[in-house]
């Protein structure tokens, strides 16, 4: 269907054209844009942020609702306990949904409570899937971390929680000094926050496109751009206000992963093609193919790493 | 489409008129180059499985003209191989033979195939490396003879067949010198395959995913596996990585012509005493080939046959036989098992039939009480397999034999690829009756020696070792059996001790070669493709240097 030569030019037109939707995206953002349009100035750029985590948030439940409902109905949800993600993802979909159209400040007991919920799935999750792999025989072995109860799917929903958590953390302040999540002001602490999130989920797909043998060379995008922009979001947290030229990279590098992690789905959407009987077949390969909702949490992320920008812009401005 | 429609392919020659069957497409052609008769080729190739198939695309790649010869048919997996282990049949060699001796061969299903791609088209893809010692295994080991190749040299060369096969094999391999990490990466285990890794962790030895020839993820036209199961009846998807669908459309990329349906009966032999072409039967008739090398690749049933069959005044003995080593030396792997029942539900019909393999045995020399090695690997028979099975070697029948099968979802099994000595007595010869196209048919005498009865009882104790280690229950053995075919036109050294030199070529016409199972010296625990494939690809650079320094 497609020859090696084919998926390498493939490969390098899907990353130029991304590169350019990255470029324009980040030209026409015009900074403090918001700003003018709302008389709360202090207020609103925490509301804003607060959104954009709210959108990631509801992107990263999303991925896990559609993945864990793929996955779990194919484990034929053997455990009882297989339907929670399903249950708190979707919750967390509809509360982050909600969150970004509320446009009040001030913190939601409910929103909190769901997210912090989602955390506690999450946790849960990962402690599930670690012991699902420690009774197959081989433990801790290659065949067990590519097909037993991937350890880092459940991480995934961790994010989600974490990300509308602080975005709860931010509607709740409204005082003219820098907040402080965990101690750290606000966009360093969404920033740290963005970049470690970044790395794990780079690190499951490198797994998985392990485990696929990077047949495609595209399949090498999703594990080099999200630690890049890992690294210079940490970089950008670490710089401390100066460095423009940094953060203007930054934003571009976790533009491009934005727009990758929705790129990846139709990747994925032609992996599942290259099955037997391709989308004919999409009862099967909907399943047996890659998985067609993970590549947006990439998405998520990266607007929980945009958002880190935003509050770190603003904390430049509020610092003496 | 009727079930006389999926024959269609043994009625009447496919590849003709400058194209042959897609593999690829349900009813697909692409183009073929083709040769006339009266002009002699640089190859004419007799088979077109690993042997055949595999030189035909390395020559033809390398500029030479090649012809290539199967008795067999050309099919089209997609559209042509049903989920029906009794119409599958179709791809076995079950031609007439008289076999003999104390422990006859069956032929067909696991040792020979007929169709182009030859047996890697049914084969169960396991795709192991000979352990380097085994090259020397007189003089490491102390038992067979040295093969005349340094293990190096192979180990080359299963690295470029790895490459082609995109074998999808473990990460890390438990045994032998560190290996690079094969294309694909290992496939998920199926239940049959769990069970054999829980009776090695009873037994305390190591065990992988099996290196398989089937793909774990998208390769070029093949899609990746999807576990049907139907391996060794033919893969109808092209995620098996048969000679029929990697090497043969290089062949023909390459400028070679392959001719399906075209039995060789005889090679002919010039006044100069050199091989001169081939006559083969084809669309009715005989025709002849000339060529200036014949290459016989029909594997070690089929190649001493036709050697011997070529017998002239000037070769009374058959051809290459000057050693009188043709036809003898012939070998296959023990292949008994340990059969038990348990309580969880294994299905072990899912997915290729031996997915873990354990090969301890061939690479731990403690504590053995014979020479050699054997692998052994999970299965999966599928239904009908296993029927036969049960009345074969437990006799049950009636409802006995339902009640048996009754438990088939829960059966685990462990079997063997054991290694067995060359023996001279064990030997392809010619019977007096003839085929249907008026050959004279193979007589196939095969007895295992003590040292292969040992080894088989050293088996059978530690594979019912493992079963009881799973808590399996009515554990039986399974005591008959063979696969894979080897021997019986041994390469070496001295021409008065083998057939072939190192390059396959025969020591007595230097334009014959022979390149397939039948060069293999000693057997080796491990299943034969990938080694036969490996010294393909060795023949073929190697004619390539000569053919370079003008020595062919």
């Known amino acids: 269907m497609f020859s090696r030569t084919q998926l390498r030019a493939l490969a390098a037109g899907v990353t130029t054209l991304l590169s350019l939707a990255s470029l324009l995206w980040q030209r026409h953002e015009r900074p403090g844009r918001g700003r003018l349009l709302h008389t709360h100035g202090r207020e609103h750029v925490m509301l804003d942020a607060a959104h954009t985590l709210n959108r990631g948030a509801g992107l990263l439940a999303f991925s896990v609702a559609a993945d864990s409902a793929m996955e779990h109905y194919r484990g034929d949800f053997q455990n009882r306990a297989m339907y929670t993600p399903l249950v708190t993802s979707v919750l967390s979909l509809v509360i982050s949904g909600q969150g970004q159209q509320d446009p009040r400040a001030g913190n939601n007991p409910l929103r909190n409570a769901v997210y912090v919920g989602t955390i506690g799935t999450g946790l849960a999750g990962t402690a599930f899937h670690l012991y699902n792999i420690g009774k197959r025989p081989g433990r801790l072995s290659w065949s067990n971390l590519f097909y037993a109860a991937p350890v880092g799917a459940p991480s995934a929903l961790v994010l989600s929680g974490v990300l509308g958590y602080f975005s709860e953390r931010l509607r709740g302040e409204t005082q003219d000094f820098i907040p402080r999540i965990f101690g750290l002001p606000v966009g360093q602490s969404v920033g740290l926050m963005a970049a470690a999130g970044l790395l794990g989920t780079a690190l499951e797909a490198g797994l998985l496109h392990f485990r696929g043998a990077f047949q495609n060379p595209a399949m090498y995008i999703p594990v080099s751009a999200p630690p890049l922009a890992a690294g210079l979001l940490v970089a950008t947290v670490a710089a401390g206000p100066a460095y423009g030229r940094l953060r203007w990279l930054s934003r571009l590098v976790l533009r491009f992963t934005a727009v990758m992690g929705l790129a990846g789905a139709g990747f994925h959407a032609l992996g599942i093609a290259r099955n037997h009987g391709g989308w004919r077949n999409w009862r099967q390969n909907l399943q047996a193919g890659p998985p067609l909702p993970a590549p947006p949490s990439f998405t998520g992320l990266a607007f929980a790493g945009l958002a880190a920008h935003t509050l770190l812009e603003d904390g430049r401005e509020l610092a003496p | ?552």
Request: aromatic share 10%; net charge negative.
């Open chain 2, 1 to 552: 489409m009727s079930a006389e429609l999926y024959l269609e392919a043994l009625e009447t020659p496919r590849a003709r008129g400058g194209r042959a069957p897609d593999v690829f497409s349900p009813t697909g052609w692409v183009p073929m180059r083709e040769y006339p008769l009266d002009e002699p080729v640089d190859f004419a190739i007799v088979g077109t499985g690993a042997g055949g198939g595999t030189l035909a695309a390395k020559l033809a790649e390398a500029g030479f003209s090649v012809v290539a010869f199967d008795a067999g048919a050309w099919w089209r997996p997609l559209s042509e191989f049903a989920s029906d282990e009794e119409h599958q049949q179709k791809l076995f060699w079950t031609d007439e033979r008289v076999c003999s001796g104390d422990n006859p061969l069956v032929l067909g299903t696991n040792n020979s195939g007929k169709a182009v791609g030859g047996s890697t088209v049914h084969y169960a893809m396991v795709s192991l490396r000979f352990r380097p010692e085994w090259f020397r295994s007189r003089s490491l080991l102390g038992y067979g003879v040295d093969w005349p190749i340094d293990w190096q040299d192979m180990w080359h060369y299963y690295r470029e067949v790895e490459q082609v096969l995109g074998i999808s094999g473990p990460v890390r391999y438990p045994w032998g010198p560190k290996r690079p990490r094969y294309p694909y990466r290992q496939h998920e285990l199926n239940a049959s395959a769990l069970a054999l890794a829980r009776a090695c962790e009873a037994q305390g030895i190591d065990w992988t995913s099996t290196p398989l020839a089937t793909l774990s993820a998208p390769r070029d036209q093949a899609p990746p596996c999807v576990y049907r199961g139907f391996c060794v009846t033919g893969c109808s998807t092209n995620a098996k990585q048969s000679v029929l669908n990697t090497w043969l459309p290089r062949a023909l990329k390459g400028g070679a012509e392959v001719r399906d349906l075209a039995m060789v009966g005889r090679i002919e032999t010039g006044p100069d005493g050199l091989a001169s072409g081939v006559h083969y039967h084809r669309d009715g008739s005989w025709h002849f080939q000339r060529a200036r090398h014949v290459v016989v690749a029909g594997y070690a049933i089929e190649t001493p046959r036709l050697l011997l069959n070529s017998a002239c005044p000037r070769y009374p003995d058959g051809l290459a036989n000057s050693s009188g080593l043709v036809g003898k030396n012939l070998m296959v792997h023990s292949n008994q098992a340990a059969w038990g029942l348990v309580d969880d539900e294994i299905r072990w019909y899912k997915g290729p039939p031996s997915l873990a393999i354990s090969e301890h045995w061939n690479y731990c020399d403690d504590n053995k009480d014979f020479f050699g090695g054997y692998a052994f690997m999970s299965q999966g028979p599928l239904p009908a397999a296993w029927a036969e099975t049960q009345v074969g070697n437990r006799g049950l029948w009636g409802q006995a034999l339902v009640d048996e099968m009754e438990k088939y979802n829960h059966q685990v099994g462990l079997k063997i690829v054991g290694e067995t000595l060359p023996q001279e007595r064990n030997r392809v010869s010619l019977a007096d009756e003839r085929d249907a196209y008026g050959l004279p048919i193979a007589r196939v005498s095969y007895s295992f020696c003590d040292n292969d009865l040992r080894l088989i009882n050293h088996a059978m104790r530690f594979l019912r070792g493992g079963l009881e280690g799973i808590d399996a229950r009515e554990i039986w053995s399974e005591t008959e059996g063979t696969a894979h075919l080897m021997g019986t036109a041994r390469m070496g050294d001295d021409p008065r001790t083998s057939v072939v030199n190192a390059d396959c070529r025969s020591w007595d016409i230097r334009n014959l070669w022979i390149c397939d199972g039948s060069v293999f010296p000693t057997s080796g625990g491990v299943n034969p493709s990938l080694t036969i494939q490996a010294i393909a690809c060795r023949t073929a650079d190697r004619i390539g240097d000569m053919a370079r320094r003008g020595e062919l």
